[in-house]
């Protein structure tokens, strides 16, 4: 086992003990179980899961659920100390980064896609590809959501409830209102994945982004790079003695 | 053999300065950090250790600076003062991590030569969670050991533990120094530093007061003027006796807030001065109520070495 898969399976066992894991498993939960009632009620109609998937389901599980991943896989080691156990080994702090965003964007896509995915099936069936475009956007945007908010843990000790702050004020609420703010939402960049693959019927019911394919997909590497170069250089220099 | 070199460091934080122009050299063998809490030993710990930048000077293993080079690990092992080490792992699944992390050819081997060098064979297969606090602090040294390290630096290692463990704690820490690795441990009781330490630097309020091997720090602190309240049937009576007796430099009468009164004496030679006391009130017919040192704890010694 090289020191990259150590610095994974410490990372998961930090990750999915005690109540973390509760909150991991229900927020999927919270979107199925609506998904159900939904298509109990209405039976399978496309304006209601547009709207579903992308203001319950991209708009907050997806940036939710990726706060409590991203700060996860590192944050409880630098708040308790364990985190001595990975920086004081001759390792490259990239390595030790990357590890744990992997094993963050790993654990979101487990839990996020395959949710997503029923859920949307259970909205339209599977003669759109509504299901697969939202799974898409989940999957997209996970990877740049846990880059920031793992680095917002490398940032500060409140990261979990700054992470909150900004998915539900900025995500769910600001970039869903106001037009021009929605240019800088991992959001509206995971929209443009979406209404790429869900073809035109998806594109008249609502699954819109104010932002292109291309430049979507280069802000989303952008975002996930930099935030990620930025973990590094501050775990570099991760000060863990403070005032006596 | 690596040799510790603490060159005119300086670190503060924000208003407070936490270590002071502070200048040593620690070679091989076993050197204890000794200073009450709040004397910048962890900060300076954490500066050796390459976790905390120096405000001014400079912080370097064989001239190597340790802040931002993780290379350093290859040859330096920690033991931290905080407990927080992946308690979902047993003992041993940590110990061999930290093997894994350091890239040994044989972790497997490693993992159980240092598990076994902290007598923790029999508990290893245990979830850390379960552990006690010794426990714990043994398998905290087993991951320092694991890769054979030149210098091992140890923050407070014996806090909370028991007799027992103490004492198993100290043979393993002279046996690593025997061994010609630089062990630095931090503490603030002096008779764990000297039981075990060859070498001892004293910090007190980020400055570094004094250092030798521990007979040089006991005569520093036994050879100061030491301070006694005593308080008798006649005090008048009785410092007039102590001072012409020769026992104490200085005798004063101070009034008690509570009423009453009591006699401060600073005596010349404690051995003198605990022998002549009760002879000279037998003398004088003035019967003692209460003898009792002043100026005993750590803090007041500490502070009077660093007035020196």
């Known amino acids: 086992m090289g020191p990259g898969a150590v610095i994974a399976r410490l990372t998961v066992s930090g990750l999915l003990g005690r109540r973390r894991a509760a909150v991991l498993v229900v927020l999927p939960l919270v979107l199925l179980v609506l998904a159900g009632v939904f298509r109990a009620v209405g039976g399978q109609d496309l304006r209601t899961a547009v709207l579903l998937l992308s203001t319950l389901g991209l708009g907050t599980v997806v940036p939710l659920l990726c706060v409590v991943v991203g700060t996860g896989v590192v944050g409880p080691e630098i708040e308790d100390g364990s985190i001595l156990y990975l920086l004081s080994k001759p390792l490259r702090r990239s390595l030790i980064v990357l590890s744990k965003l992997a094993v963050a964007v790993a654990t979101s896509w487990a839990l996020l896609v395959p949710s997503v995915l029923v859920a949307g099936v259970l909205l339209v069936g599977t003669a759109q590809r509504l299901a697969v475009a939202y799974a898409l956007a989940a999957a997209v945007a996970a990877v740049a959501y846990c880059a920031l908010f793992l680095l917002l843990a490398v940032l500060t000790r409140n990261a979990v409830v700054i992470g909150l702050l900004y998915a539900l004020i900025w995500e769910t609420t600001i970039a869903g209102v106001v037009p021009g703010a929605r240019v800088l939402s991992v959001r509206q960049w995971a929209y443009a994945v979406a209404e790429a693959v869900a073809g035109d019927e998806a594109v008249r019911q609502g699954v819109d982004s104010d932002v292109g394919l291309t430049t979507s997909i280069v802000l989303l590497a952008l975002v996930t790079g930099l935030a990620s170069t930025y973990a590094v250089r501050r775990l570099r220099a991760l000060r863990l003695g403070g005032q006596e | ?308």
């Open chain 2, 1 to 308: 053999m690596t040799t510790i070199e603490v060159e005119a460091v300086s670190r503060w934080f924000g208003n407070v300065v936490a270590v002071n122009d502070v200048t040593m050299r620690i070679g091989p063998g076993v050197t204890g950090l000794l200073g009450p809490n709040g004397a910048g030993k962890s900060t300076l710990l954490n500066m050796v250790g390459g976790f905390l930048p120096p405000s001014t000077g400079t912080v370097a293993l064989d001239g190597r600076p340790t802040w931002r080079d993780e290379q350093i690990y290859r040859g330096v092992g920690l033991v931290p003062e905080r407990e927080g080490m992946y308690e979902a792992l047993s003992g041993a699944e940590l110990v061999l991590a930290n093997a894994r992390l350091h890239g040994l050819p044989d972790a497997r081997g490693a993992a159980r030569r240092a598990i076994d060098a902290v007598e923790m064979s029999a508990a290893a297969d245990r979830p850390l969670s379960t552990y006690s606090k010794g426990m714990k602090q043994r398998i905290k040294m087993a991951t320092a050991l694991v890769h054979d390290p030149a210098v091992l630096l140890l923050d407070e290692p014996f806090n909370g533990m028991d007799p027992r463990q103490r004492m198993q704690l100290m043979d393993l820490l002279s046996q690593l120094g025997e061994q010609g690795r630089t062990v630095l441990f931090s503490s603030h009781i002096l008779e764990e530093v000297e039981q075990i330490a060859g070498s001892i630097q004293v910090m007190v309020a980020g400055r570094h007061a004094a250092s030798g091997d521990f007979r040089e720090i006991r005569r520093l602190m036994t050879e100061r003027p030491h301070q006694y309240v005593v308080r008798s049937s006649d005090d008048r009576a009785l410092a007039a006796a102590v001072i012409a007796g020769g026992s104490a430099f200085g005798v004063e009468l101070r009034a008690d807030p509570a009423g009453g009164g009591a006699l401060h004496v600073q005596a010349a030679d404690v051995g003198r001065f605990s022998h002549a006391l009760p002879v000279l009130a037998a003398q004088h017919g003035v019967r003692l109520f209460e003898v009792a040192p002043e100026d005993e704890s750590l803090e007041s010694v500490f502070a009077y070495l660093v007035e020196r």
